[in-house]
């Protein structure tokens, strides 16, 4: 070995530099063999390893070596060297007897480079500097730029001394307002806000460093161009900072009117309030402010349009002859979701239509007055000369989405190869119920046809796992499995066992302890009589594999849901009998659950002909399928805290002659488990506890309810994702679906009530919903402090926007009596936040629908002072109720 590479072996890097000075490049290309041979031995080590440490003498000789600026560059920017890098300053100082045409090259490709590389600012300044280059300004080095500079801190000047010197400042300031992604480093890289970027542009833009009038262009053109929120946000306060002169507004009106179409909210209220100053100024002509009107009032934002409103409302007041280019601009809120939006338009028609001579305003306007709610159109018949509501159009009807139509499921694959394929997908990303159900009983049907097959078509599957790559001591492998018996997180993993048995990997008295135990041995939480079931199944599958191959599984559904046919398990017993096949407890259980017995008829002709086969199975199927339909145990609520909960009595039906993985289904549920240590973070798996139970909804609907709560209680995240398959599923939709559904209505995010909307829209085709007990668990949720007003509005204000008002009102009517009456009394409480919201849905509902009759405490609602929003809606929904104009 020479001298070099025990150097570079030892970690010696001094002795390294020295050993390379002075070489030329043939002689240092010699030594890259080598050094790429100890580079892929390194890979392999495990972190932590005590031969790591040589990567950065590694890392500086290689870049020394290597004489192409290409190869330099890809050896610099190694991804497996990227934390174990030698130091900027020994780079520069190595690479700094090169030509300076080559280190150029090398400092742009660097820069070049995604910044997800985390190639080092200081290697790349320092070449630049060596170079005499222009500097790069691509997204990495802009990006680690602003990063850089603004962590000086130890200089103990600011960051507005720091870009000042910056020889490339204009160049580089240049590139910020076209650079992606720089707001998160402009934020956190000054100490106080008044040393910020912000402060520093702005007084560089007065002191003459920078240009001020390319500075604002460019601020204004990255508004513009878009982007991410949070660097709009930025370059907006950048936009504030600079401080733009009423000349400078002026310049830029075709550029506020593009914002306030297209920007995000922020931008666009920015450049709205610019316009509206110019606007009362008289500085903004008629047609221009109709522009801006129709670019405003089109958007959903209801702060920009009531604002938009507002301001119209003052010009026209000031300036009348502007009435006939801005009042067809209203057209746009006639139609707006907000009907006070709809409302405040009309008003400023009826005030100021008189100034208007022209017939085409009028006419345009009236032709715009049918998308108005009901009452309003009233108005504008008397107005504006509107149609009036014919006959036909008053008559509502419901207009409900079609019910999901399930799936049939489709055969296992039929060779081992494309069974491979499929498995190598699901182990890659969970999967639907489908694809797992196939994908398992593939796995068991080829398993008895053709082990050895299928074995070595899982090979490449097989290959990436955990323990099949390097080939790891079986031992260690079966005692993970053994110890790690918490149970299945994901299918995947589910799948990992299964492929494991196949090769040989666990030990046979493993996998019988497990099927002994019932599946898990997690500890208990809400979620584990689901799980439990879950993994039950899985750990029989995997030790009848090994032990006494199933020709096919009997709980393989007929539907995505989960459905099983009768006819079909009936069948598949019968074809067991023939073949004098033991049948798997747990698949048999699961089997149970799966068939379907709300069909009276055909589970009735399929108890007779499961009889007939004389088999114990056959017999206790018979049975199964002629104790009727199943339904729910007895239920009691419970409030912890904010939340409100259900627990569930014993089904004793699901505790005789079932495995003790599926017994668990059946006892009793408490609010007071040891839920503490639920490991159950995956939910993507709840779509196959959903399976387990398809005609039992209510069984895992009152164990995911308080995971479903976190959605409106705690503001997570994607925790009502479930509540679509919930809907689709089959069974009694009772006092746990309705209050899971409460929840996802009320949740934080936008798409957790969408979904929750989406289930809402479901169960309403179906004919499941249930508004009354709904609106009764809503109003107590939003009285506990579980469900905010505001939320639950937005969620019903977008079920109503589909068509289906007179569910939506059947739901809020039960919602408002609670809520009203906390406000009824000698004591006027103050009114929940969004109560006003959500009475303004009610309205609109009540008028589409043509509602008729009395809501309990509205009328004291109605009836108190002043004009706010809660008092205005009331009056408006009393109206509706009782003399309203029908939709």
């Given at each position: 070995?020479?001298?070099?590479?025990?150097?570079?072996?030892?970690?010696?890097?001094?002795?390294?530099?020295?050993?390379?000075?002075?070489?030329?490049d043939?002689?240092?290309?010699?030594?890259?063999?080598?050094?790429?041979?100890?580079?892929?031995?390194?890979?392999?080590?495990?972190?932590?390893?005590?031969?790591?440490?040589?990567?950065p003498?590694?890392?500086?000789?290689?870049?020394?070596?290597?004489?192409?600026?290409?190869?330099?560059?890809?050896?610099i920017a190694g991804s497996?060297?990227?934390?174990?890098?030698?130091?900027?300053?020994?780079?520069?100082h190595?690479?700094?007897?090169?030509?300076?045409?080559?280190?150029?090259?090398?400092?742009?490709?660097?820069?070049?480079r995604?910044?997800?590389?985390?190639?080092?600012?200081?290697?790349?300044?320092?070449?630049?500097?060596?170079?005499?280059?222009?500097?790069?300004t691509?997204?990495t080095y802009?990006?680690?730029?602003?990063?850089?500079?603004?962590?000086?801190w130890?200089?103990?000047d600011?960051?507005?001394?720091?870009l000042?010197?910056?020889?490339?400042?204009?160049?580089?300031?240049?590139?910020?307002?076209?650079?992606?992604?720089?707001?998160?480093?402009?934020?956190?890289?000054?100490?106080?806000?008044?040393?910020?970027?912000v402060?520093?542009?702005?007084?560089l833009?007065?002191e003459?460093?920078l240009?001020?009038?390319?500075?604002?262009?460019?601020?204004?053109?990255?508004?513009?161009?878009?982007?991410?929120?949070?660097?709009?946000?930025?370059?907006?306060?950048v936009?504030?900072?600079?401080?733009?002169?009423?000349e400078?507004?002026?310049?830029h009106i075709?550029d506020w009117?593009?914002?306030?179409?297209?920007?995000?909210?922020?931008?666009?209220?920015?450049?709205?309030?610019?316009l509206?100053?110019?606007?009362?100024?008289?500085?903004?002509?008629?047609r221009?402010?109709?522009?801006?009107?129709?670019?405003?009032?089109?958007?959903?934002?209801?702060k920009?349009?009531?604002?938009?409103?507002v301001?119209?409302?003052?010009?026209?007041?000031?300036?009348?002859?502007?009435?006939a280019?801005?009042?067809?601009?209203?057209?746009?809120?006639?139609?707006h979701?907000?009907?006070?939006?709809?409302?405040?338009?009309?008003?400023?028609?009826?005030r100021?239509?008189?100034?208007?001579?022209?017939?085409?305003?009028?006419?345009?306007l009236?032709?715009?007055?049918?998308?108005?709610?009901?009452?309003?159109?009233?108005?504008?018949?008397?107005?504006?000369?509107?149609a009036?509501?014919?006959?036909?159009?008053?008559?509502?009807?419901?207009?409900?989405p079609?019910?999901?139509?399930?799936?049939?499921?489709?055969?296992a694959?039929?060779?081992?190869?494309?069974?491979?394929e499929?498995?190598?997908?699901?182990?890659?990303?969970?999967?639907?119920?489908?694809?797992?159900?196939?994908?398992?009983?593939?796995?068991?049907?080829?398993?008895?046809?053709?082990?050895?097959?299928?074995?070595?078509?899982?090979?490449?599957?097989?290959?990436?796992?955990?323990?099949?790559?390097?080939?790891?001591?079986?031992?260690?492998?079966?005692?993970?499995?053994?110890?790690?018996?918490?149970?299945?997180?994901?299918?995947?993993?589910?799948?990992?066992?299964?492929?494991?048995?196949?090769r040989?990997?666990?030990?046979?008295?493993?996998?019988?302890?497990?099927?002994?135990h019932?599946?898990?041995?997690?500890?208990?939480?809400?979620?584990?009589?689901?799980?439990?079931?879950?993994?039950?199944?899985?750990?029989?599958?995997?030790?009848r594999i090994?032990?006494?191959?199933?020709?096919?599984?009997?709980?393989?559904?007929?539907?995505?849901?989960?459905?099983?046919?009768?006819?079909?398990?009936?069948?598949?017993?019968?074809?067991?009998?023939?073949?004098?096949?033991?049948?798997?407890?747990?698949?048999f259980?699961?089997?149970?659950?799966?068939?379907?017995?709300?069909?009276?008829?055909?589970?009735?002709?399929?108890?007779?002909?499961?009889?007939?086969?004389?088999?114990?199975?056959?017999?206790?199927?018979?049975?199964?399928?002629?104790?009727?339909?199943?339904?729910?145990?007895?239920?009691?609520?419970?409030?912890?805290?904010?939340?409100v909960?259900?627990?569930?009595g014993?089904?004793?039906?699901?505790?005789?002659?079932?495995?003790a993985?599926?017994?668990?289904l059946g006892?009793?549920?408490?609010?007071?488990?040891?839920?503490?240590?639920?490991f159950?973070?995956?939910?993507?798996?709840?779509?196959?506890?959903?399976?387990?139970?398809?005609?039992?909804?209510?069984?895992v609907?009152v164990?995911?309810v308080?995971?479903?709560?976190?959605?409106?209680?705690?503001?997570?995240?994607g925790?009502?994702?479930?509540?679509?398959?919930?809907?689709?599923?089959?069974?009694?939709?009772?006092?746990?679906?309705?209050?899971?559904?409460?929840?996802?209505?009320?949740?934080?995010?936008?798409?957790?009530?969408?979904a929750?909307?989406?289930?809402?829209?479901?169960?309403?085709?179906r004919?499941?919903?249930?508004?009354?007990?709904?609106?009764?668990?809503?109003?107590?949720?939003?009285?506990?402090?579980?469900?905010?007003?505001s939320?639950?509005?937005e969620?019903?204000?977008?079920?109503?926007?589909?068509?289906?008002?007179?569910?939506?009102?059947?739901?809020?009517?039960?919602?408002l009596?609670?809520?009203l009456?906390?406000?009824?009394g000698?004591?006027?409480?103050?009114?929940?936040?969004?109560?006003?919201?959500?009475?303004?849905?009610?309205?609109?509902c009540?008028?589409?629908?043509?509602a008729?009759?009395?809501?309990?405490?509205?009328?004291?609602?109605?009836?108190?002072?002043g004009?706010?929003?809660?008092?205005?809606?009331?009056?408006?929904?009393?109206?509706?109720?009782?003399?309203?104009?029908?939709?």
């Amino acid at each position: 070995m020479s001298a070099l590479m025990e150097a570079v072996r030892a970690g010696r890097t001094a002795e390294v530099v020295g050993l390379l000075d002075g070489l030329t490049d043939a002689e240092r290309r010699a030594f890259l063999p080598e050094l790429k041979d100890l580079r892929k031995e390194l890979r392999t080590a495990p972190w932590g390893h005590p031969s790591r440490h040589v990567y950065p003498t590694l890392h500086a000789a290689g870049a020394a070596c290597e004489t192409g600026a290409a190869a330099a560059v890809s050896w610099i920017a190694g991804s497996d060297m990227r934390w174990s890098q030698s130091s900027a300053a020994l780079l520069i100082h190595i690479l700094g007897d090169r030509d300076a045409s080559w280190l150029a090259d090398v400092t742009h490709r660097l820069a070049g480079r995604p910044a997800s590389a985390g190639v080092s600012y200081e290697l790349m300044a320092g070449l630049v500097r060596l170079s005499g280059c222009p500097v790069p300004t691509t997204e990495t080095y802009v990006q680690a730029w602003v990063s850089h500079t603004g962590q000086l801190w130890q200089l103990g000047d600011t960051l507005f001394d720091r870009l000042r010197r910056d020889p490339h400042l204009a160049e580089l300031m240049a590139a910020l307002f076209e650079t992606n992604d720089v707001a998160g480093p402009m934020e956190w890289s000054s100490k106080e806000n008044v040393d910020g970027w912000v402060d520093a542009i702005a007084r560089l833009s007065v002191e003459g460093a920078l240009d001020r009038k390319r500075t604002v262009d460019a601020c204004v053109a990255r508004l513009l161009r878009g982007g991410s929120t949070l660097d709009q946000r930025a370059f907006l306060r950048v936009l504030k900072g600079l401080a733009l002169t009423r000349e400078e507004e002026r310049e830029h009106i075709a550029d506020w009117l593009a914002l306030t179409s297209d920007a995000v909210p922020t931008a666009a209220s920015h450049a709205q309030t610019v316009l509206g100053s110019l606007a009362l100024d008289g500085e903004l002509t008629p047609r221009r402010l109709a522009e801006l009107s129709d670019a405003v009032l089109f958007r959903s934002e209801k702060k920009l349009v009531r604002a938009q409103l507002v301001l119209l409302g003052k010009v026209l007041a000031q300036d009348a002859s502007a009435a006939a280019e801005v009042l067809p601009a209203l057209a746009f809120a006639f139609g707006h979701a907000d009907t006070e939006v709809q409302e405040r338009a009309l008003k400023l028609v009826e005030r100021h239509l008189k100034k208007v001579d022209s017939s085409k305003v009028r006419a345009e306007l009236a032709s715009a007055a049918d998308q108005l709610v009901p009452a309003l159109r009233a108005r504008a018949v008397e107005t504006l000369g509107a149609a009036p509501v014919t006959a036909e159009a008053a008559v509502h009807e419901e207009v409900l989405p079609p019910p999901p139509t399930p799936v049939r499921l489709a055969p296992a694959p039929e060779s081992a190869v494309e069974l491979a394929e499929e498995v190598g997908a699901l182990m890659a990303s969970d999967s639907d119920v489908a694809a797992f159900e196939r994908a398992l009983d593939g796995l068991v049907r080829h398993a008895y046809q053709d082990r050895d097959a299928l074995v070595e078509a899982l090979g490449p599957v097989c290959a990436r796992l955990w323990w099949g790559g390097s080939d790891p001591d079986d031992v260690r492998v079966d005692n993970r499995f053994s110890k790690n018996h918490h149970g299945f997180n994901t299918v995947a993993e589910s799948l990992d066992l299964l492929l494991a048995t196949l090769r040989g990997k666990v030990h046979t008295a493993t996998l019988h302890n497990a099927v002994q135990h019932g599946g898990s041995r997690s500890r208990s939480c809400g979620h584990s009589p689901l799980s439990h079931a879950f993994e039950a199944r899985v750990w029989e599958v995997a030790y009848r594999i090994r032990a006494e191959p199933l020709p096919f599984l009997l709980s393989t559904p007929s539907w995505n849901t989960g459905l099983l046919e009768p006819d079909e398990l009936v069948a598949r017993l019968d074809t067991y009998r023939q073949l004098d096949a033991r049948v798997s407890a747990a698949d048999f259980a699961q089997a149970l659950l799966r068939v379907r017995r709300t069909d009276r008829a055909a589970a009735a002709v399929a108890a007779e002909r499961a009889a007939a086969l004389g088999t114990a199975e056959g017999v206790r199927l018979a049975r199964w399928l002629s104790s009727g339909e199943p339904a729910p145990p007895t239920s009691r609520r419970r409030s912890t805290g904010a939340r409100v909960q259900l627990e569930f009595g014993e089904l004793v039906s699901l505790q005789a002659d079932f495995p003790a993985g599926f017994r668990e289904l059946g006892r009793p549920t408490t609010v007071y488990g040891e839920r503490w240590h639920c490991f159950h973070w995956n939910r993507d798996m709840q779509r196959h506890w959903l399976a387990i139970l398809p005609e039992l909804r209510e069984l895992v609907a009152v164990r995911i309810v308080r995971e479903v709560s976190t959605a409106a209680v705690d503001d997570a995240r994607g925790a009502a994702a479930v509540l679509a398959l919930l809907a689709e599923s089959d069974g009694v939709a009772g006092e746990a679906t309705h209050l899971c559904l409460a929840y996802g209505l009320g949740a934080r995010h936008p798409e957790d009530r969408l979904a929750a909307v989406d289930a809402l829209l479901v169960l309403a085709a179906r004919g499941q919903l249930d508004g009354e007990r709904l609106g009764t668990d809503l109003g107590q949720l939003v009285r506990s402090g579980a469900v905010k007003p505001s939320r639950l509005a937005e969620s019903m204000r977008t079920g109503a926007a589909t068509g289906a008002n007179t569910s939506i009102w059947g739901i809020l009517r039960h919602a408002l009596t609670a809520l009203l009456a906390d406000l009824d009394g000698d004591i006027k409480p103050t009114p929940a936040r969004g109560l006003g919201d959500l009475l303004a849905v009610a309205s609109e509902c009540a008028e589409r629908s043509g509602a008729r009759g009395e809501l309990p405490h509205l009328a004291q609602a109605a009836d108190r002072t002043g004009t706010s929003r809660l008092v205005t809606q009331a009056r408006r929904l009393r109206t509706a109720l009782v003399a309203g104009v029908a939709a």
